[in-house]
């Protein structure tokens, strides 16, 4: 988990990614917080990209 806001009673399982340091962007445009809303779970292998808002569950192997 970097440069996220994760809301209360998540779950981010080991080998889940959440966010992504400014530094290793190529494009700064894309880049910003990842927030994660209350009670979701982000399972092992999921990526949450920066700047993404999310409030379902993220699956195994799933990128948003």
Known sequence: ?????????????????????????????????????EGITVNKGAYVAPKSMISTDVKAGEQV
């Open 1 to 37: 988990v970097e440069y996220a806001i994760v809301a209360e009673n998540c779950v981010i399982e080991e080998g889940a990614h959440v966010g992504r340091k400014p530094e290793e962007m190529d494009d700064l445009d894309k880049w910003g917080v990842a927030v994660v809303g």
